[in-house]
């Protein structure tokens, strides 16, 4: 009962979990299989044999930035806030580029919310932050930046 609890409530919880859930190995692990997709990207082997110079060069740079924000840490939890948010958010561009799924990168920000003097970690998908946009370009188009200024003038004289 207790198992299916956990696996409800898990499906049920926003995508804010879903990056830490990624990330919560050991930093020496995750390190390590860095270097170990590093070489096969640039032998071009396996699942890199269809990618191209320029985006191999591309996540040896998120590797690299990676690796110096996580330096000498053993836990992403030693890392301060904006730190370990940026961490994330590099192993998510990494893991999109691999995979070929950019839509389904996830993207976390520290936001404050109105009432409040407490940042929380918002993490939506490149999808949902595109359609968010769209939908906001939308609204502001279809609505008249006037206001009530904008209706006919008033005619003067007969």
Known sequence: MLVRLVIVLS?????TLSATARTTGALSEIHAQQVQL????LAGQGRFKDLGAAEREA?????????????GRQSLDELSMDDRMSAINTLEAINATITRAEDERLVCERIKQVGSHRPTRVCRTVAELREARQAAEKLMEERPAC????????KLGP
């Open 59 to 71: 996540l040896v740079a998120k590797q690299d930035r990676f690796l110096a924000l996580t330096k």
């Open 147 to 154: 206001g009530q200024t904008c209706r006919e003038p008033e």
């Open 38 to 41: 590093r070489q096969e990207a």
């Open 11 to 15: 499906l049920c919880l926003p995508g």
